[in-house]
């Protein structure tokens, strides 16, 4: 799936040439629920043996490995000229839960990380209080459009060069709604079989 969505969005950035742009994986999130066991078998008192330790027990940093390669292939794709936000909107921990129902040994936790490159971005800067909320009004103000007084989060700007400020000088407006809107009927059974049970897999609903 993974594979797809880059194949696909690579597509796109070279053909459309789109000024902003935006990819979802999930293969890492799938990856952590189901073999966190084997990485971590203290953290989750799961027992897993020895064989199955040794065949899954990389699994997750090796996909984050592959993960990484997948973004470098998009970047590429979209060359040099753009700014790239990597943003994940939870982290994971050891978490039994489920694990009866479904076999599922980790879960969501909200700490998170993020990466964020490009033209007028700070170079190997640490951010501690960046929040997945806060990537709608950055990208805004990277592109030096307004940002609305009514968002949830805030324009990460110490992570945009002096430089880069000065040219895009944030502009705030109250809000970007415009009233009510149609968001027309979505009936239950327009969820393909395929996608319901992969929903089911991962255990969002039963
Ligand atoms: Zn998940």
């Keep these: 799936m993974d594979r797809t969505h880059l194949g696909t969005g690579a597509k796109l950035l070279q053909e459309r040439r789109p000024d902003l742009f935006g990819i979802f994986f999930q293969g890492i999130d799938i990856m952590q629920h189901f073999t966190w066991e084997f990485m971590d078998p203290l953290g989750t008192g799961t027992g897993p043996t020895i064989a199955e330790r040794a065949r899954w027990g990389q699994a997750i940093e090796r996909y984050y490995a592959f993960a990484d390669e997948l973004v470098g292939a998009l970047v590429e794709a979209g060359g040099s000229e753009r700014g790239v936000l990597i943003v994940s909107d939870h982290g994971f921990q050891p978490d039994t839960l489920r694990w009866e129902k479904k076999g599922i040994s980790g879960e969501h ?68 709604e415009i009233g009510d809107w149609d968001r027309g009927d979505l009936p239950a059974e327009s969820l393909s079989e395929d996608l319901e049970e992969r929903i089911r897999a991962l255990g969002y609903i039963d």
């Design 109 to 176: 936790r909200r700490q998170s990380f993020f990466l964020y490159a490009g033209p007028g971005i700070e170079r190997g800067k640490r951010i501690d209080d960046f929040d997945a909320v806060d990537a709608t009004p950055t990208i805004l103000a990277y592109h030096g459009l307004p940002v609305a007084h009514d968002m949830d989060g805030e324009p990460c700007l110490d992570a945009h060069t002096a430089k880069w400020r000065e040219h895009h000088p944030i502009e705030w407006i109250e809000t970007y």
